[in-house]
């Protein structure tokens, strides 16, 4: 069993900071990449941005220059530090990762439950 938990959503005025945060745990053998998606109301779930296990790291358009991810491999756990946030930025975040299980060689997807991030004044 793995699971990731996701933590730091709420509410936060336009301009405002929050920082989420992701702890992978249970029957891990190794991790690969691990992002930050995001389901707006009525929208597809899309990428925000992903790290690599080496820390090549990938952000949608839509967040470049206000977004930071980084990820502590020795904690399983991978961060999204957002500024600078706008009201468009409203949805639910999900983290994500590839996780290659104990005793398994193949990986799969894990996604944590989701946590709200409202930006209104």
């Known amino acids: 069993q793995v699971q990731l938990e996701e933590s730091g959503g709420g509410l936060v005025q336009p301009g405002g900071s929050l920082r989420l945060s992701c702890a992978a745990s249970?029957?891990?053998?190794?991790?690969?990449?691990m992002g930050w998606y995001r389901q707006a109301p009525g929208k597809e779930r899309e990428l925000v941005a992903s790290v690599s296990s080496v820390g090549t790291t990938n952000y949608a358009d839509s967040v470049k220059d206000r977004f930071a991810i980084s990820r502590d491999s020795a904690k399983k756990s991978v961060y999204l530090q957002m500024n600078s946030l706008k009201p468009e930025d409203t949805a639910v975040y999900y983290c994500?990762?590839?996780?290659?299980?104990?005793?398994?060689?193949?990986?799969?997807?894990?996604w944590g439950q989701g946590t709200l991030v409202t930006v209104s004044s």
């Open positions: 994500s990762a590839n996780v290659w299980p104990v005793g398994r060689d193949t990986s799969s997807k894990y």
């Open positions: 249970g029957s891990i053998r190794l991790i690969g990449n």
